[in-house]
């Protein structure tokens, strides 16, 4: 099925065709001069248009040109009763997709009409898979300019054609698994598959059996042998994000994979080799860790050949608006929003905040930008409470309806300001009026006396 525009001054034919067309349940409309054709292709959207190349009222080939202008996906079929070899090519040099002299055998139009939606179809699959993978990769790219960012870039780069195991560090949400990806994908197993697990989000009883397999039988409920994350990752690369956070029992049997290239799937006696490239990841201190007894030495020097550190946001605030503008053009992309960047004060805030959440944070933020504002300039209004100073929190929250000829109670709205910004703490601190009055920076005394005058109680 499809929405076809019907383009020719001669009725008799358009009957015809349009009978034809709607039986094989395509939608039709039919124009018989130009400028009803332009009226119908600027109000509506077409998969294809049959288009007569002499019109009483126009050129075929100038519509031809209009019709690109406004819809370049739109496929075309020219139909002409004059023949001129010239014409033909003129009308395919412009963008037409096919032609047809008449008069034409009517299967071979819907011939022509089926091969060109299914050529069609293939262009637009084509462009999806396209936008996915770009898709893909701006969100696997390490976007800076930070000196340290650079030399990360260029670390990478240097173990392009490189086995050795790295362990990459940094705080949650810095990037680490787009750096690993950024390694697998330069790397000579690129073509191979790079498996990631995060080791801290799978529990300890499960987690052997994850990376290494299990035969069937090997426990309850392991009704059929499975592969493990390593042996899927043969060839390839094997990501195993938060090592800081597997258990003693499991290191010792990762240390034995990266000492021997073997492991034995649970249940099992049989080794099985393995070739995989390792490269871990963990927010927490390992040096800290094996101080404390947590963390392995010899594992902790097995992993940490090549060591990559990233910084936290806050280390390279040169790069927060460098981001942010990535993101916006990802999400612009993904979401059809129109986001415009930042002004001056909305600015100034993504600086002077701390992005605790880091690179992961400023991404959701911009998802959410994207997703609810739409369109249009990025202001402190649309930030969250949490990046704004006193002053900008007081003005997001608290702003006057007014017009300027008109006069307000002062003493009032202070007094109002007042009652909801005591009230907000003490709902913050389910009405704990020590927590409460530690927050507003007041004595327990005061607070306690400004409740009782304000005649503030918690909801019932």
């Given at each position: 099925?499809?929405?076809?525009?019907?383009?020719?001054?001669?009725?008799?034919?358009?009957?015809?065709?349009?009978?034809?067309?709607?039986?094989?349940?395509?939608?039709?409309?039919?124009?018989?001069?130009?400028?009803?054709?332009?009226?119908?292709?600027?109000?509506?959207?077409?998969?294809?248009?049959?288009?007569?190349?002499?019109?009483?009222?126009?050129?075929?080939?100038?519509?031809?040109?209009?019709?690109?202008?406004?819809?370049?996906?739109?496929?075309?079929?020219?139909?002409?009763?004059?023949?001129?070899?010239?014409?033909?090519?003129?009308?395919?040099?412009?963008?037409?997709?096919?032609?047809?002299?008449?008069?034409?055998?009517?299967?071979?139009?819907?011939?022509?009409?089926?091969?060109?939606?299914?050529?069609?179809?293939?262009?637009?699959?084509?462009?999806?898979?396209?936008?996915?993978?770009?898709?893909?990769?701006?969100?696997?790219?390490?976007?800076?300019?930070?000196?340290?960012?650079?030399?990360?870039?260029?670390?990478?780069?240097?173990?392009?054609?490189?086995d050795s195991t790295v362990l990459i560090t940094g705080e949650s949400g810095t990037g680490k698994e787009v750096v690993a990806r950024m390694l697998h994908n330069a790397g000579n197993r690129a073509k191979k598959p790079m498996v990631s697990m995060n080791c801290g989000a799978i529990p300890e009883e499960l987690l052997e059996s994850e990376l290494f397999g299990h035969v069937k039988g090997?426990?309850?409920?392991?009704?059929?042998?499975?592969?493990?994350?390593?042996?899927?990752?043969?060839?390839?690369?094997?990501?195993?994000?938060?090592?800081?956070?597997?258990?003693?029992?499991?290191?010792?049997?990762?240390?034995?994979?990266?000492?021997?290239?073997?492991?034995?799937?649970?249940?099992?006696?049989?080794?099985?080799?393995?070739?995989?490239?390792?490269?871990?990841?963990?927010?927490?201190?390992?040096?800290?860790?094996?101080?404390?007894?947590?963390?392995?030495?010899?594992?902790?020097?097995?992993?940490?050949?090549?060591?990559?550190?990233?910084?936290?946001?806050?280390?390279?605030?040169?790069?927060?608006?460098?981001?942010?503008?990535?993101?916006?053009?990802?999400?612009?992309?993904?979401?059809?929003?129109?986001?415009?960047?930042?002004?001056?004060?909305?600015?100034?805030?993504?600086?002077?905040?701390?992005?605790?959440?880091?690179?992961?944070?400023?991404?959701?933020?911009?998802?959410?930008?994207?997703?609810?504002?739409?369109?249009?300039?990025?202001?402190?209004?649309?930030?969250?409470?949490?990046?704004?100073?006193?002053?900008?929190?007081?003005?997001?929250?608290?702003?006057?309806?007014?017009?300027?000829?008109?006069?307000?109670?002062?003493?009032?709205?202070?007094?109002?300001?007042?009652?909801?910004?005591?009230?907000?703490?003490?709902?913050?601190?389910?009405?704990?009026?020590?927590?409460?009055?530690?927050?507003?920076?007041?004595?327990?005394?005061?607070?306690?006396?400004?409740?009782?005058?304000?005649?503030?109680?918690?909801?019932?």
């Amino acid at each position: 099925m499809a929405y076809i525009l019907l383009v020719d001054d001669e009725e008799e034919l358009r009957t015809t065709l349009q009978e034809l067309l709607e039986h094989s349940r395509h939608h039709v409309t039919s124009c018989g001069t130009a400028v009803r054709a332009k009226e119908a292709v600027h109000n509506g959207k077409f998969d294809i248009s049959l288009l007569d190349i002499r019109l009483p009222d126009g050129d075929g080939l100038e519509l031809l040109r209009e019709f690109r202008s406004v819809d370049p996906d739109m496929g075309v079929i020219m139909m002409t009763g004059y023949a001129e070899v010239d014409t033909a090519v003129d009308a395919i040099r412009l963008g037409a997709d096919d032609f047809l002299k008449k008069p034409f055998d009517l299967d071979e139009l819907l011939v022509r009409i089926d091969e060109l939606l299914k050529k069609r179809e293939m262009k637009n699959s084509n462009k999806e898979l396209t936008r996915q993978v770009q898709a893909n990769q701006a969100k696997h790219t390490l976007i800076g300019q930070s000196p340290a960012i650079v030399k990360i870039r260029n670390m990478v780069s240097l173990l392009s054609d490189s086995d050795s195991t790295v362990l990459i560090t940094g705080e949650s949400g810095t990037g680490k698994e787009v750096v690993a990806r950024m390694l697998h994908n330069a790397g000579n197993r690129a073509k191979k598959p790079m498996v990631s697990m995060n080791c801290g989000a799978i529990p300890e009883e499960l987690l052997e059996s994850e990376l290494f397999g299990h035969v069937k039988g090997a426990f309850t409920g392991a009704i059929k042998a499975r592969p493990g994350r390593f042996e899927v990752a043969n060839g390839g690369t094997i990501f195993l994000d938060e090592i800081g956070d597997m258990s003693p029992n499991l290191q010792v049997k990762l240390l034995r994979v990266l000492q021997e290239r073997k492991f034995e799937p649970v249940g099992s006696t049989q080794s099985m080799d393995v070739d995989v490239r390792i490269i871990a990841a963990t927010h927490r201190e390992l040096e800290e860790e094996i101080r404390h007894n947590r963390f392995r030495e010899d594992l902790y020097y097995r992993l940490n050949i090549i060591p990559i550190e990233i910084p936290s946001l806050r280390q390279r605030e040169d790069d927060v608006l460098l981001i942010a503008e990535h993101f916006i053009n990802y999400f612009n992309a993904q979401k059809q929003a129109g986001i415009e960047g930042f002004n001056d004060a909305a600015r100034q805030i993504m600086l002077d905040y701390r992005w605790p959440g880091n690179v992961r944070e400023l991404q959701n933020l911009m998802e959410r930008i994207a997703t609810l504002k739409r369109n249009g300039v990025i202001e402190p209004a649309d930030l969250p409470s949490r990046m704004l100073g006193g002053a900008e929190r007081i003005q997001q929250g608290f702003r006057l309806d007014v017009d300027d000829e008109e006069q307000v109670d002062f003493n009032a709205m202070v007094d109002e300001f007042e009652n909801h910004l005591i009230v907000s703490a003490l709902e913050r601190f389910d009405w704990n009026k020590n927590k409460a009055a530690g927050f507003l920076t007041l004595n327990r005394t005061t607070l306690v006396e400004k409740i009782k005058k304000k005649g503030l109680n918690p909801p019932v």
